[in-house]
C-alpha cells in the first residue's frame, strides 16, 4: 500500500459533515485496503468543533475560507450548503489552487456546477457531486459510467425524502401537513429552510442536475417548471387510493419531439408502477436508455450515514486516481437543447371540484371540458344532502396541459363550484 494519503479537509460539520467523518473513521482500514492509500483529514472547519474521537488530532478551523486557503489538502470537502455564500467561496479557492472538491450541495451545483467544473478543467482540479442527488443512491455515476453507452430519453423520480415522507406519512396516519413536515424537521431530512422541500425547489435543484448528466446539456435551472405539495390534501390522497394510485412529488425530465421537457409536480402514480410503493425518506430515479432500456435505484435519499456513503464514494474515486469530467464530457462540448413550449406537455388529470349538490351542476361541468375537447374517464361523486358542498372527482383522458388548464378556468367559472379546482396529474407509464 502506498503511504502517500489522500489528505482531506472537510468544511461543514452538520448532519452529513458528522456523518461523514464518522464514516472515515469507521471505515477506515477498509477505505485505505480498497483505495491501496490511507484517506486523512488534515483539516475540519465549522463553527463549533463537535466532541468526536474522529477529529482527535484533526486541524479545527473556526473560519472554513481560511482553511480552504491555509491548509494543505488534495481534496476539500464541501458541506456547509446554499447555493452561494461561504460554500461557493471555498469551493471556488480550492478549484483555484488546483485542489479537488467534493460537494453535497445540489443548490451551488444546479446554479455555478458549469462555471465550476470549467474553473476545475482550467486548473486539473476535479469535482465530485454524488451525494448531490439521492442521498445515498449511486445515480450520478450511473448516469456519467454505468449508462454511458445508451442515448438516455428519459429520467424521473422520487428526489425529495422530506415531501415523500410527508405524503407517505399523511396517507398512512391521516395526519396533517404541517404536524408531520415538524417532524420530517427534527428528523433531520429537511432543508434548513423547508419550503426549498415542500415547493419543489429542491427537487428542482436535483433533476437540472439529472437532466445535464443524463443528455449531456448545460444545467437549465430556469428551464424546470415547479410546483410543490402545498395544495395536496388529505382528501385527495384518500381518492388517490380509491383510484389506485398513491401522490408522490416527482422530478421528470425528458427529450421529447417539442424538446427537453422537465418539470417538478406532484403526481397520481398508478400502482403498478414501483415509484408508487417508494415510501418516507426514500428516493427512486428511474432512467430510460435506447439500448439498456428502463432501470430503477432505490434508497434512502437524505440523512447522515446514507449522504456520507455517497460523499465517500467520490473520495474514494480520488484516492483511486478514477476521474473523469464532472459531467462527462467536457463543458464546452455540453449541448444547450431547447426546452419544450410550456402548453405543450400532454398527461391525464385528476380534478376534484368542491360543488354545491344541485340539479345541472354536472351539466355545466361536462360541458365545460367538452368545449375543450377534455375527454372524461371516470367520475366520483357521493351526495351529502341537497345544498350542501360535495366533492366531485374526476379523471379525465390525456389531454394538452393548455386545454386542461382552460377547462380549468371554464370550471372555476361556474356558480356552483364553492373552490378552486384542484388539478394533479396522472403519471401514465
Ligand atoms: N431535504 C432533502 C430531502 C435532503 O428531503 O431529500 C437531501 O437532499
Redesign the pocket.
Known amino acids: 500500500m502506498s503511504k502517500t494519503p489522500l489528505k482531506i479537509a472537510i468544511a461543514g460539520l452538520g448532519t452529513v459533515g458528522g456523518g461523514t467523518v464518522e464514516l472515515l473513521h469507521d471505515q477506515a482500514e477498509t477505505l485505505a485496503a480498497r483505495a491501496g492509500r490511507p484517506l486523512t483529514l488534515v483539516g475540519a472547519a465549522a463553527l463549533i468543533k463537535p466532541d468526536t474521537a474522529a477529529l482527535a488530532g484533526v486541524p479545527f478551523f473556526t473560519d472554513a475560507r481560511a482553511m480552504a486557503k491555509e491548509c494543505d489538502y488534495d481534496v476539500l470537502v464541501e458541506l456547509i450548503g446554499g447555493a452561494s455564500g461561504i460554500a461557493l467561496e471555498v469551493v471556488r479557492t480550492a478549484l483555484e489552487r488546483g485542489r479537488s472538491v467534493v460537494t453535497?450541495n445540489?443548490a451551488m451545483i444546479a446554479h455555478h456546477g458549469i462555471e465550476l467544473a470549467r474553473l476545475a478543467e482550467k486548473t486539473g482540479a476535479n469535482i465530485g457531486f454524488e451525494?448531490?442527488?439521492?442521498?445515498g443512491i449511486p445515480i450520478i455515476k450511473s448516469l456519467r459510467e454505468g449508462l454511458s453507452g445508451n442515448h438516455v430519453t428519459k429520467v424521473m423520480g422520487i428526489?425529495?425524502?422530506?415531501?415523500?415522507?410527508i405524503l407517505t406519512t399523511m396517507r398512512d396516519q391521516g395526519r396533517d401537513f404541517a404536524d408531520v413536515l415538524a417532524e420530517?424537521q427534527k428528523l433531520g431530512?429537511?432543508?434548513a429552510d423547508?419550503t426549498?422541500?415542500i415547493d419543489g425547489i429542491?427537487?428542482a435543484h436535483?433533476l437540472a442536475i439529472l437532466a445535464s448528466l443524463a443528455f449531456a446539456m448545460p444545467i437549465n435551472l430556469d428551464g424546470v417548471a415547479c410546483e410543490g405539495i402545498r395544495h395536496v390534501s388529505a382528501l385527495d390522497i384518500g381518492y388517490a387510493d380509491e383510484l389506485g394510485y398513491r401522490i408522490k412529488l416527482l422530478g421528470v425530465a425528458a427529450v421529447t419531439e417539442a424538446g427537453i421537457e422537465a418539470r417538478v409536480y406532484p403526481a397520481m402514480v398508478p400502482l403498478s408502477f414501483p415509484l408508487a410503493h417508494v415510501s418516507g425518506?426514500f428516493?427512486a430515479i428511474v432512467t430510460e436508455g435506447d439500448f439498456v432500456g428502463r432501470t430503477v435505484l432505490e434508497g434512502r435519499?437524505?440523512?447522515a450515514r446514507p449522504?456520507a456513503s455517497a460523499v465517500v464514494a467520490d473520495l474514494m474515486d480520488l484516492a483511486c486516481g478514477r476521474v473523469m469530467p464532472a459531467f462527462g464530457v467536457a463543458v464546452d462540448t455540453l449541448e444547450v437543447r431547447p426546452a419544450a413550449p410550456a402548453g405543450a406537455h400532454r398527461s391525464a388529470y385528476y380534478i376534484r371540484l368542491m360543488v354545491k349538490d344541485e340539479p345541472g351542476v354536472f351539466a355545466d361541468i361536462a360541458a365545460a371540458l367538452r368545449d375543450e375537447k377534455v375527454s372524461m374517464e371516470q367520475i366520483i361523486q357521493r351526495g351529502r344532502a341537497p345544498n350542501q358542498t360535495v366533492p366531485v372527482v374526476m379523471t379525465v383522458h390525456e389531454t394538452d396541459e393548455a386545454s386542461m388548464l382552460r377547462a380549468v378556468d371554464r370550471l372555476n367559472a361556474l356558480a356552483s363550484i364553492a373552490e378552486q379546482p384542484r388539478l394533479i396529474r396522472i403519471e401514465n407509464l
Not at 451525494?131 to 442521498?135: L, N, Q, W, Y
Open positions: 453535497a445540489k451525494a448531490s442527488v439521492g442521498g428526489l425529495n425524502g422530506t415531501c415523500n415522507y420530517a431530512y429537511a432543508e423547508p426549498f422541500d429542491d427537487t436535483k425518506p428516493n435519499g437524505a440523512g449522504t
